[in-house]
């Protein structure tokens, strides 16, 4: 059984549909979540893993003076679990290269486009302002560069000729909580490879 710590900021549905998956769905004898952790305590998704039983806690971003401390903290609180994957679950909050180093070739994130199109935020809001008739999300290895990691898999979804941002945004969730089991489950069975990033002198 590998172990998953899922670092999320908000609602948590992609965290939720992870359980699911872990509990009676593909993830089922292969993982188990290990821990949920928050950056707000305030993150309606910590709430639902306490109604789901998964252990979890709160590493508030607002408690340390400055990133490094916040990010230390993180770290030290996903290491204490030993997680095989850590996975970002809508954690909205970007990641320092030291930290993203540390957890090199563990970490892993989705995101609610097909990338390399439309890093960053409003990516709904992109795709259909650019006129794409195909959009989708994107379960990626996570690098210092922001959204820039190695492709795992992705998801498409045809944009309707009457979608606006909203409802485009409810499918492609939908899609997501397709996506990341398979997804994790690819990475459980070593169907990719990541091919590691060059070591820096950092130690993990
Ligand atoms: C998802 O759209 C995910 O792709 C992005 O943040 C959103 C999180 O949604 N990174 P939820 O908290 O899992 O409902």
């Known amino acids: 059984m590998k172990r998953l710590v899922l670092l999320i900021s ?17 993830l089922l004898g292969r993982a188990i979540i290990a821990k949920v952790i928050a950056d707000r305590p ?54 320092g290269e030291d930290f993203v180093r540390r957890f090199d070739g563990r970490l892993i994130n ?4 097909l990338l390399p199109k439309f890093p960053g935020l409003k ?28 492709i795992i898999d992705q998801i498409f979804v045809p944009v309707e000729s009457n979608d606006d941002s909203e409802r485009l945004a409810q499918r492609v969730l939908k899609a997501e909580h397709v996506l990341f089991p398979r997804a994790i489950l690819k990475v459980l069975n ?15």
């Open 42 to 95: 305030q993150a309606i998704g910590i709430v639902r893993a306490r109604e789901l039983g998964l252990p979890n806690s709160v590493v508030a971003y607002r408690d340390f003076s400055d990133r490094r401390q916040f990010e230390n903290a993180l770290h030290d609180e996903v290491e204490g679990v030993a997680p095989d994957l850590v996975v970002l679950a809508g954690f909205m909050r970007i990641l």
């Open 123 to 150: 990516t709904h809001e992109q795709a259909l302002m650019s006129g794409e008739k195909v959009h989708g999300a994107t379960v990626h290895w996570v690098v210092p560069a922001l959204d820039a990691g190695p």
């Open 10 to 26: 908000g609602r948590g549905s992609n965290m939720v549909s992870l359980a699911q998956s872990c509990q009676s769905g593909l």
């Open 190 to 204: 070593n169907q990719y490879v990541h091919e590691r990033m060059p070591d820096h002198g950092l130690t993990s």
């Open 110 to 113: 989705i995101h609610p486009s």
